[in-house]
């Protein structure tokens, strides 16, 4: 069985642009990896249903865009390109329902949401500058958004790493956006990422700044969360730096995965009945600072981006365990920052 995974770049020194891999889940390797989009600091990027292809997108210096393509007779062919203000975005979710694409600018401190057509065509419908106290960290010198997806009700939820805080927001179907709570972490925090247990009621939430996770019990009703677990994602007596990244929780809802920048791990934690979790492996990631991972469609697998060395890691996942084995190292991919599953 062949998975075939696209991989978001940093284009600062060899990288061209958005790269291809294929995982052969039968013999448990990846291929060599190819230039599939030539493109400038494609460093997110996201499928909508329909197939088309939403990508960050620098223009120069100080532009950036959100830019759309078309899979037709396996070539990617560009449809439109909307303006992002300032510097690179640096998370993008579509809303299938509504038809609204989300993106998180970490430099200008806005999330904007925008219309989608259906044939690759965005207008921007409403957008929000986050401004008030910062944390103590030299990161946090201005508010960052980091992130910004759907909840499982379908509000709009937001990490700013630099107000150590969680933000959820009203969605109309036009995608205007009303503030409903706040969740204001401890200084330093560092909110990065998140993601939500399998029935919605827990959220697993990553602090770049901290290296640590916090579980919070999640009201769907009134949109509230409450923090009921806070754990470190490296050893105690680790005191070089570390960056925590990425977070995603497997299909079946009971093991969640942290990526640690420094350290160099995956670390891998598992849920209890109470939505709690227990660490129970932390395994190298034979590369260095791995932004983002992705487990595979079948889940009996984990594609590592370490984006310092230039290169991806692959990773037996055991679904019964949740642990995982090394396989495969040193795959050879420029500047790798996402693993997208493509098809």
């Not at 500058?129 to 958004?145: D, I, M, N």
């Not at 107000?163 to 956006?177: A, C, E, H």
């Not at 983002?292 to 594609?303: P, R």
Request: some cysteine; charged content about 20%; overall charge negative.
């Amino acid at each position: 069985m062949l998975e075939h995974y696209l991989i978001g770049t940093y284009t600062h020194h060899t990288s061209q642009g958005i790269y291809s891999v294929t995982l052969d889940t039968s013999a448990g390797r990846l291929s060599p990896t190819r230039l599939e989009i030539p493109i400038q600091k494609p460093i997110f990027m996201t499928f909508a249903n329909n197939g088309i292809l939403y990508t960050i997108d620098k223009l120069d210096q100080d532009h950036a865009a959100i830019t759309s393509f078309k899979e037709e007779g396996g070539h990617f062919t560009r449809l439109s390109s909307v303006s992002a203000p300032g510097t690179t975005t640096a998370y993008l979710a579509i809303d299938e329902e509504r038809q609204l694409l989300f993106s998180a600018n970490y430099h200008m401190s806005t999330v904007t949401t925008y219309r989608l057509d259906g044939q690759g065509g965005m207008q921007k419908a409403d957008q929000v500058l986050k401004v008030g106290a910062t944390g103590p960290r030299p990161q946090q010198e201005l508010p960052h958004v980091h992130f910004a997806n759907l909840t499982p009700e379908r509000r709009l939820v937001i990490c700013d790493l630099g107000m150590d805080q969680v933000n959820i927001y009203n969605l109309t179907d036009q995608g205007q956006l009303k503030l409903v709570t706040t969740h204001q972490d401890q200084p330093g925090f560092g909110d990065r990422h998140l993601t939500f247990g399998r029935d919605g009621r827990f959220m697993y939430l990553v602090g770049e700044l901290s290296s640590k996770l916090e579980v919070l019990a999640y009201d769907q009703e009134n949109g509230e969360l409450s923090s009921i677990q806070t754990v470190s994602t490296i050893p105690a007596d680790w005191t070089a730096h570390n960056g925590a990244a990425a977070i995603h929780v497997c299909h079946s809802g009971r093991f969640v995965y942290v990526s640690n920048r420094g350290e160099n791990t995956i670390a891998v934690f598992e849920v209890q009945p109470d939505g709690r979790v227990k660490h129970i492996q932390s395994v190298a990631t034979a590369g260095d600072f791995p932004r983002d991972f992705s487990l595979s469609h079948d889940q009996k697998f984990m594609i590592v981006a370490n984006q310092n060395t230039n290169d991806l890691t692959l990773m037996r996942r055991d679904p019964a365990t949740g642990h995982l084995a090394t396989i495969q190292t040193g795959v050879p991919c420029p500047e790798p920052v996402q693993v997208l599953y493509w098809k």
